[in-house]
């Protein structure tokens, strides 16, 4: 599908000098990463089901499935601001970019029977020169454990947030997700709310409602967040001025 040959060559730009040093232990991953990896795993166990079983068109199907809603518009949507605007040392980066090192090496042996020549092209291009993918054999998907039901009650109110922000956005009210203040009902799952959302501000209500409103806040220029601690539209958040400064030191 479209999807699996455009979320592979996605983690491999990602992965761009990934060294084994930056690797991180699935333990002291975030606890978004080892969902995320617990969701692999799930896949993992999917796909030998339909491999036994002959089952092409659900092995197929559920590629596609993990591609389209797990990574390209939740887990790589979410860790964007993560990839591009974090310290490079950063933990949470470094966590990620094992994770995607893991997505990588599990997706490209999944897909190599039915995108032949893309999985062959995409794993040269890493490893130039090594043997063909067609000879590498069937992944060892790391253990990883992550409370589903609870994210599955996140990725619900996600779709409700998402939901109310696109009048806002159609009406030109807002132009993106950066520039909503958001409220959720309080029996909402403690979570990095404006991480997952990709949001401004998220606030608990009284109610059941999810409701938007524009945010007040500047700007960053350089990670895009509106955020009470930049000064003016075009400044730099806290995060990114820390980031910017230990980056001139250091050239």
Same mark, same amino acid.
């Given at each position: 599908?479209?999807?699996? !040959?455009?979320?592979?060559?996605?983690?491999?730009?990602?992965? /761009?000098?990934? $060294?084994?040093?930056? +690797?991180?232990?699935?333990? /002291? *991953?975030?606890?978004?990463?080892?969902? $995320?990896?617990?969701?692999?795993?799930?896949?993992?166990?999917?796909? =030998?089901?339909?491999?036994?079983?002959?089952?092409?068109?659900?092995?197929?199907? %559920?590629?596609?499935?993990?591609?389209?809603?797990?990574?390209?518009?939740?887990?790589?949507?979410?860790?964007?601001?993560?990839?591009?605007?974090?310290?490079?040392?950063?933990?949470? &980066? +470094? $966590?990620?970019?094992?994770? #995607?090192?893991?997505?990588?090496? !599990?997706?490209?042996?999944?897909?190599?029977?039915?995108?032949?020549?893309?999985?062959?092209?995409?794993?040269?291009?890493?490893?130039?020169?090594?043997?063909?993918?067609?000879?590498? %054999?069937?992944?060892?998907?790391?253990?990883? %454990? $992550?409370?589903?039901? +609870?994210?599955?009650?996140?990725?619900? #109110?996600?779709? +409700?947030?998402?939901?109310?922000?696109?009048?806002?956005? &159609?009406?030109?009210?807002?132009?993106?997700?950066?520039?909503?203040?958001?409220?959720?009902?309080?029996?909402?799952?403690?979570?990095? #709310?404006?991480?997952?959302?990709?949001?401004?501000?998220?606030?608990?209500?009284?109610?059941?409602?999810?409701?938007?409103?524009?945010? /007040?806040?500047?700007?960053?220029? =350089?990670?895009? =967040?509106?955020?009470?601690?930049?000064?003016?539209?075009?400044?730099?958040?806290?995060?990114?001025?820390?980031?910017?400064?230990? *980056? %001139?030191?250091?050239?």
């Amino acid at each position: 599908s479209a999807s699996m !040959a455009d979320d592979i060559p996605v983690a491999l730009g990602a992965l /761009a000098d990934f $060294a084994e040093g930056e +690797r991180v232990d699935v333990a /002291a *991953m975030p606890e978004l990463e080892r969902y $995320a990896l617990a969701l692999l795993g799930q896949l993992d166990a999917k796909l =030998r089901r339909a491999v036994e079983d002959y089952d092409f068109n659900a092995y197929t199907r %559920e590629i596609a499935d993990f591609c389209n809603e797990d990574l390209s518009a939740f887990f790589f949507d979410i860790r964007k601001d993560c990839l591009y605007c974090d310290a490079a040392d950063d933990p949470r &980066r +470094r $966590a990620y970019r094992t994770a #995607l090192d893991t997505l990588f090496h !599990a997706l490209v042996r999944y897909a190599a029977p039915v995108l032949v020549f893309t999985a062959e092209e995409v794993w040269q291009s890493r490893y130039p020169g090594t043997d063909s993918v067609h000879l590498l %054999e069937w992944p060892d998907v790391p253990a990883a %454990e $992550a409370d589903i039901e +609870r994210w599955q009650a996140l990725r619900s #109110l996600r779709e +409700r947030v998402n939901e109310a922000i696109e009048p806002l956005r &159609r009406e030109k009210t807002i132009r993106s997700s950066l520039e909503a203040e958001v409220t959720v009902p309080a029996s909402a799952p403690e979570a990095d #709310l404006e991480e997952l959302f990709i949001t401004a501000t998220v606030a608990r209500g009284q109610g059941d409602e999810v409701t938007v409103s524009r945010t /007040a806040h500047h700007k960053c220029g =350089r990670c895009w =967040r509106h955020l009470p601690d930049v000064a003016e539209d075009g400044g730099l958040c806290g995060r990114c001025d820390s980031v910017v400064a230990a *980056m %001139e030191t250091q050239a």
